[in-house]
């Protein structure tokens, strides 16, 4: 059985999850509730679709798998954008975090 908590892609995914928790958990309330939501969910999304990816016993439908979470990150860093653009993030962690799932999409595109 093929564990994705073994993999390091999907640990990758799971450690920039924490830290939008992190960043994000305390926004949860108020008016930008929705678009904290959106940015925690579509961020537990890409986890969740990384770990779907590398389960498949068939290897080539678990590489579409995982083509599919690129567009899904893209989803998550366009929230983080229109975080930071309402002012909900500084500039210096918005970089940080879309570096970190720019990095993340590499990753995807190179997992076999």
């Known amino acids: ?5 073994d993999q390091k892609l999907w640990q990758d995914a799971f450690v920039v999850l924490m ?7 305390d926004m949860r309330e108020g008016e930008n509730e ?9 961020a537990t999304e890409v986890a969740a679709k990384i770990a779907d990816g590398l ?5 080539r439908f678990g590489r579409q ?4 979470a690129i567009g899904m990150v893209a989803m998550v860093r366009t ?3 229109v975080a930071w653009g309402r002012g909900l993030v500084t500039d210096d962690l918005f970089r940080s975090m879309d570096d970190k799932y720019a ?8 997992t076999r």
């Not at 830290?19 to 958990?25: I, K, L, R």
């Open 1 to 5: 059985m093929n564990n994705f908590h």
């Open 19 to 25: 830290e939008v928790h992190d960043n994000f958990d």
């Open 34 to 42: 929705e678009m904290v939501e959106d940015v925690i969910g579509s």
């Open 55 to 59: 389960s498949r016993a068939d290897r």
């Open 65 to 68: 798998v995982l083509l599919d």
């Open 79 to 81: 929230h983080l954008a």
């Open 103 to 110: 990095s993340l999409t590499e990753n995807i595109q190179h």
